[in-house]
């Protein structure tokens, strides 16, 4: 579930996908387009995206129990970034179309 409400105390808890879904949907706005995210990283998921003017969103899914480093590249531009152990990284960049 999204949201867990409880129906005695009305309490309202978000569950991970609540945040997974919010944090994703505020950086990736519709008609992004997928672009190739190759490489591996043991422990880390990513997705890109491309905006028409030129912003790139990274989505980083670490599901290591550590920080784990990695290197984005797209065209001209490189990003380090350490993700957190257990966590969704969510990076951003202009680059040239």
Do not use: M
């Amino acid at each position: 579930p999204v949201v867990i409400i409880n129906r005695e105390t009305k309490e309202v808890s978000y569950t991970g996908v609540y945040y997974y879904i919010a944090h994703f949907s505020k950086l990736v706005r519709p008609a992004a387009t997928r672009i190739a995210s190759p490489g591996q990283v043991e422990g880390v998921r990513c997705l890109a995206f491309r905006h028409a003017d030129g912003r790139i969103v990274t989505q980083l899914l670490n599901s290591n129990q550590t920080e784990t480093k990695v290197t984005l590249s797209w065209k001209d531009k490189t990003l380090e970034v350490t993700l957190p152990a257990i966590s969704l990284t969510t990076c951003s960049w202009l680059s040239p179309l």
